[in-house]
Each structure stands twice: as structure tokens, then as C-alpha cells.
């Protein structure tokens, strides 16, 4: 078996023209699948493969969401695509009070075997109402799975697990991230949810990111290593379930730790990680954990301005020396 270069989206499409074939129960329901091979191309060839499992559903995120709750109580498997992340906010009940709490309330009778996909973040000027990253509101909702891949191989080998895992996935995959091409092998391989990457060694601080943001940090290590600073940079790639023994692992022996992410900074998913690393980890400490995430304020159109919101390699490196104390 070869390694190919391929893009996030394409990723996505081998992931599920896989899955598919090898499970029927398996589809996919949404709006403007089939057009195109879907809006960044994450379907391409799939409707003509399935024509009967790739459903274009008229606009109303709340009978989408709660078509693909049922179909998943019944046995099915669907994929349920938002468009854009931020359009959840129309499914909040159905998210919220059913997908991530059946299972529970049924004593484990009922399983809600569904991935709600979700394309997030900003760096395409699409505006406030189609730019943010809302991962900390599903992770603070228990009984529900949180995915938030970066790199090609691992959009396809996560999003392979989300669809075999029996508890409802939140999978958020970054809209400038979908032409972005990376290794992928050709063989078939599944990628456990729960689980974190060292995208980078380092001996002086930890840097823990995910999605776009693990691009920007590693351009930021490239940067402090020629000043002599080793940065760790870890890839977490979920949310929940939370790869805590890698981050000890990495903290325990930097002793400086920062999380980053494109989210905003207040109630961001960075202040869970910082809480915890404080309450576990703190007399591993050498410094403080620090913080860096977007401006609180709705994302803006204008591309200067969007620029200034969003977190830039800057900001890290100005992070990393606050972490340091230098």
C-alpha cells in the first residue's frame, strides 16, 4: 500500500465511500449534498455511488437533525452535515436534551449511533454568523463525543471512528482547512477517538492545540526554535474524551504549558485545559499556564479586521513569553 497527498476533503469522501461500502446502515442527510459533491467537495463521487443514501433535505436544521436522531434510534448510522457549525443553534433541543442524553435516560437500551459534521472557524470572511468555533459548548454537554482533526490523515481516520462509535460524535472540521493536502495512506485504518499527537518535540514549554491552530503553532515553534526555545506541540484531536496522560506527560517534563485555539477566549475549551493542568500539575509548574484564543467579539467581515479577532502566530509567540517569563 502507497501514501498519497490528499486534501482534507478528500479525505472525508474516501473516509465514507469506505464506510458505506461496508455498511449499509450507514448515510448521509443535509442540505446541498448532492450539487457539487457537497460545498468543499467532502461528497465528491458519493451520490453517484449511493444514490439512495445521500439525502438533500430541504432548510430546517431542527427536522434534519431530529430525522437523523430517529434513523440512529432505529439502528441506522447517519452522518448528519450542519452546512456550517454555527447553524447548530437551530438544533440546539434535538443536540442537546435528545441526541446527548437518550442514551442515558434509556439505561443504555437506546443507542444514538449519529455524527453531526459540522464545518467551523474563520479565515474565509464569511462574517459573524458563519466563522465561529463553538467546540466548548458540546464538550460542556455530557454524552456527547467532540472531534476537532487538523490534518488530512487524521480527518479521515477519525471521522471512520466517530461513524463505528455507539455514542453520538460532534465532529468539527475547520473551513480553511479543507484544501489543505497531507500524507494518507491508501491502506484502510481507523483512528482512536480519545486520543492526542505530538506533532512536535520539545524540552521548554508544552503548546496544546487543535484544528487550524495547530498550524499556527507549529510555524510558532519553527520561529522559537531559532531562539533557542523547544516547544512541544501536541495535536489533542478530541475534546472529549481528553488525552490528559499525554498532556501530563508533556507537562511533566516542560514545566510550561500553553493552550491555544481559535475559539474565543472567554469560556474557551483553553481554560478547562488550564484548570486542570493547575489542579493536577501544579507542582510540575515552573510558570503560568497561559491562554491564547480570539477576541470576544462576533467575527468580523472585513479580512483586516477578521485578522486582528483571530488569534496570529504573534499572539503565540507573545504567549510563549509570558509562559516563560522572559
Known amino acids: ?7 482534507c476533503s478528500l479525505a472525508m469522501a474516501e473516509a465514507l465511500k469506505e464506510e458505506m461500502e461496508q455498511d449499509e446502515t450507514i448515510f448521509i442527510i443535509g442540505e446541498d449534498l448532492t450539487d457539487h459533491g457537497g460545498i468543499f467537495g467532502q461528497f465528491r463521487g458519493l451520490p453517484q455511488q449511493f444514490p439512495d443514501r445521500i439525502i438533500d433535505a430541504p432548510i430546517s436544521e431542527t ?5 437523523g436522531i430517529g434513523a440512529a434510534l432505529t439502528g441506522m448510522r447517519p452522518l448528519v ?6 447553524f447548530v443553534t437551530t438544533a440546539m433541543d434535538e443536540i442537546v436534551n435528545q441526541m446527548a442524553k437518550i442514551r442515558y435516560m434509556s439505561g443504555g437500551q437506546a443507542k444514538l449511533t449519529l455524527v453531526l459534521w459540522a464545518p467551523d472557524g474563520g479565515c474565509i470572511n464569511a462574517a459573524a454568523q458563519h466563522s465561529q468555533c463553538l467546540e466548548s459548548w458540546f464538550v460542556h454537554t455530557p454524552g456527547l463525543k467532540v472531534v476537532v482533526p487538523y490534518e488530512p490523515a487524521d480527518v479521515k481516520g477519525l471521522l471512520k471512528a466517530a461513524i463505528r462509535d455507539d455514542d453520538p460524535v460532534i ?4 473551513k480553511r482547512l479543507f484544501n489543505w493536502t497531507g500524507p494518507v495512506t491508501e491502506e484502510h485504518y481507523v483512528t482512536p477517538l480519545g486520543k492526542g499527537k505530538v506533532k512536535r518535540r520539545g524540552t521548554d514549554i508544552t503548546i496544546l492545540t487543535y484544528s487550524r491552530m495547530t498550524y499556527e503553532c507549529m510555524e510558532a515553534a519553527r520561529e522559537l526554535a531559532k531562539k533557542g526555545v523547544q516547544a512541544e506541540v501536541i495535536d489533542l484531536r478530541t475534546l472529549c474524551p481528553l488525552d490528559f496522560d499525554l498532556i501530563a506527560r508533556s507537562v511533566k517534563k516542560t514545566h510550561h504549558a500553553m493552550v491555544v485555539h481559535e475559539a474565543c477566549l472567554t469560556g474557551g475549551f483553553g481554560a478547562e485545559i488550564a484548570a486542570r493542568i493547575g489542579e493536577e500539575l501544579y507542582d510540575h509548574l515552573a510558570g503560568p499556564v497561559v491562554r491564547v484564543g480570539a477576541k470576544d467579539v462576533p467575527i468580523p467581515f472585513s479580512p483586516v479586521m477578521e485578522k486582528y479577532v483571530l488569534p496570529q502566530i504573534t499572539d503565540i509567540l507573545t504567549g510563549v513569553d509570558r509562559a516563560l517569563k522572559r
Do not use: P
Not at 1 to 7: D, H
Not at 63 to 67: L, N, P, R
Not at 171 to 174: E, G, K, L, R
Open 1 to 7: 500500500m502507497g501514501v498519497r497527498e490528499l486534501s
Open 63 to 67: 427536522s434534519i437533525v431530529g430525522t
Open 81 to 86: 452535515d450542519m452546512h456550517f457549525a454555527d
Open 171 to 174: 465532529f468539527f472540521q475547520h
